[in-house]
């Protein structure tokens, strides 16, 4: 199938029609991995779950610093709700203690919620935003919440 | 295997790379299907298909478990009658809900990751290596790599691991004997043959109070009997409950027992004084963190399924022989190692089982600096604590604990599993070190 000329007007429509054909599995096969960007964890606040918000210069031709910048900044407060300090978590905690800590074999922690928040955003982030820009971001979760790691796929299909 | 060099490929697939061998994978995800707990590179035992983690070498958890068990045995079988019979029934009862509480406790710190971080990956490993390599030729290995972060206008050097290729995060340490880089790493505990680590500190913590409690309510028991378990009692109390002390002024300042040791954060040679970054300044609000504060995740993802396109899970191990680690090490002058070895062998002499005729790694005394995470000389006068150097035992077969935890972070990522198949790494280079070549390894203490 070869992609027709590529004019303003239907460059996003082919944008589109690539994620609407195709699926993540299918954009990893048709594009090779040019490189990949890790972003760091930020310890300026202690051992809270943080990423640097600084933007990679890889991937300046790519995407949008402020949107990138947004992912970050929500991913960050996502993993701060996880870890906050509060009524809920010492309830939880106390709770807990209380039953030799047996209540985690029936009920699921709230950091555990929040990651599943945490996995539906980041895809949806992929869906919208990374994947017509042929990146892909990987939730940190699987790289030991040490990075995010962005993997730059080769614009084939876009002729570059 | 063979009917997939003789498919038809798809000529949309011709651009990418390999795509008969991505088909060939996907029909072999079926047949050799493999979790992560058992390529695991570290030095873990796992049962129950990844819902048990124990440490390689267990101590003397048995002889713990046994310890309890039996103590507890004699009290209810001699002492109980007889309080029964002059004071209330609620003597064994009380009795009967504190050791299983000391007993579930126990299982939750020995059975527990302790807050293992997985090792990087080829590519985070290269990028890492990229950002700090400066003109280094490839013929010998860079100098020890370290990084200054400033954490609440404390400044805190983060090192690099060279067996988990990663600058270890604040307040994470590498435990030699689980071969592990474990977060907020505490130490490594023989009596409970687990690391002490973030994810199961405050199981390790509810353990040694209930047993004290435990000990105490039996030897007051006891003295009103009066009979030979009162000697037993004794000791165990006095050794329990120092360490419970010394746990309850960690907990109360947000400190590890590695950071006590090392004096992190009092003042240090030299440097004026620092103050603990991580506290909240607060007896009550450190002791809620620490205890109460959100459960983290295991991070290591055990029954997680391999990725397809990974040839090197079914590799032979290679070798990490990090030569250079003994000597980046050694940060101590050589008389203040020798005060700390004398110090360490002197509270050697008081902990029974641990004999030295232990481990294959027991060369820690001569060699590198092992005392920084033996015996927590200087704060506890009593406690036979938890060190390093233990007598290696037989394997311990656990019962079944199926966690639910595990069966739910499976489903977790069976919501993405775009995820699974889109990450692609042409290798990891899992590292599963043979047990023999441990012996070869001199102590590496935490840092």
């Known amino acids: 199938m070869t992609p027709p000329p590529l004019t303003p007007t239907n460059h996003r429509k082919v944008q589109l029609s690539h994620i609407t054909t195709h699926s993540l599995q299918d954009l990893r096969q048709q594009a090779a991995v040019a490189a990949k960007v890790f972003i760091q964890r930020d310890y300026t606040n202690g051992t809270v779950c943080q990423f640097q918000t600084k933007f990679p210069s890889e991937l300046e031709t790519r995407i949008d610093k402020q949107q990138f910048e947004e992912t970050v900044r929500t991913l960050n407060n996502l993993y701060a709700e996880a870890e906050k300090l509060g009524g809920q978590s010492y309830l939880e905690g106390c709770l807990a203690c209380l039953t030799a800590y047996t209540v985690f074999l029936c009920m699921e922690t709230h950091y555990e919620k929040v990651l599943k928040k945490i996995a539906k955003y980041i895809q949806e982030q992929n869906d919208k935003i990374y994947a017509p820009r042929g990146l892909l971001l990987t939730d940190p979760i699987e790289r030991g919440l040490r990075v995010i790691e962005v993997t730059l796929f080769e614009d084939r299909s876009l002729g570059r | ?447």
């Not at chain 2, 280094?136 to 290729?165: A, D, H, M, N």
């Not at chain 2, 990974?310 to 020798?338: G, H, I, N, V, Y």
């Not at chain 2, 030295?356 to 506890?380: E, H, I, L």
């Not at chain 2, 889109?422 to 280079?429: I, K, Q, T």
Request: include cysteine; proline fraction near 10%.
């Open chain 2, 1 to 447: 295997m063979k009917s997939c060099e003789y498919q038809q490929i798809d000529p949309r697939t011709l651009a990418a790379s390999h795509p008969s061998a991505q088909r060939c994978a996907g029909q072999s995800i079926a047949q050799r299907s493999r979790r992560k707990w058992e390529v695991f590179p570290g030095k873990n035992r796992f049962y129950c298909d990844g819902r048990i983690i124990l440490a390689r070498q267990s101590g003397v958890l048995p002889l713990t478990l046994g310890l309890i068990v039996v103590t507890c045995g004699l009290f209810f079988a001699f002492d109980c009658p007889f309080l029964v019979e002059h004071l209330t029934v609620f003597i064994p009862v009380i009795g009967g809900v504190l050791f299983v509480f000391v007993v579930v406790s126990l299982l939750q710190t020995s059975l527990t990751d302790p807050g293992i971080l997985p090792r990087a990956t080829p590519d985070e490993a290269a990028d890492v290596e990229r950002q700090i390599d400066t003109s280094g030729s490839s013929s010998y290995r860079p100098p020890p790599r370290t990084r200054e972060i400033v954490i609440r206008e404390q400044v805190v050097k983060l090192k690099y691991c060279f067996t988990c290729k990663m600058f270890r995060p604040p307040r994470t340490s590498h435990c030699s004997l689980c071969d592990n880089c474990v977060e907020r790493f505490d130490h490594h505990c023989p009596w409970v043959g687990n690391c002490v680590g973030r994810r199961n500190y405050r199981f390790f913590y509810s353990f040694i109070i209930s047993l004290s409690f435990l000990t105490s309510f039996i030897f007051g028991c006891v003295i009103t009997h009066l009979t030979l378990q009162l000697v037993i009692c004794f000791f165990s109390i006095w050794s329990v409950m120092g360490l419970s002390g010394f746990h309850t002024y960690l907990v109360a300042s947000n400190l590890t027992t590695n950071e006590d040791i090392k004096g992190s954060w009092s003042s240090k040679r030299g440097a004026a004084d620092s103050v603990n970054p991580y506290s909240h300044n607060s007896v009550f609000t450190n002791c809620c963190v620490t205890l109460c504060g959100p459960m983290p995740p295991s991070l290591i993802d055990r029954r997680g399924s391999v990725p397809p396109d990974d040839p090197s899970a079914a590799a032979a191990p290679e070798l990490e022989l990090p030569p250079f680690m003994a000597k980046s090490d050694t940060r101590m002058s050589p008389k203040d190692l020798l005060e700390r070895v004398v110090r360490t062998s002197d509270l050697c002499l008081l902990c029974p089982p641990a004999t030295p005729k232990t481990t294959p790694q027991g060369q820690g005394v001569s060699a590198a600096p092992d005392p920084p995470s033996s015996c927590s000389s200087s704060s506890s006068p009593s406690a036979p604590g938890c060190w390093e150097r233990q007598a290696p035992c037989p394997p311990m077969a656990a019962p079944c604990h199926p966690y639910g935890r595990d069966t739910k972070r499976a489903s977790l990522h069976s919501i993405n599993p775009a995820f699974r198949l889109a990450s692609p790494s042409p290798m990891l280079s899992h590292t599963p070190l043979v047990v023999g070549d441990a012996a070869n390894f001199a102590i590496i203490p935490p840092h």
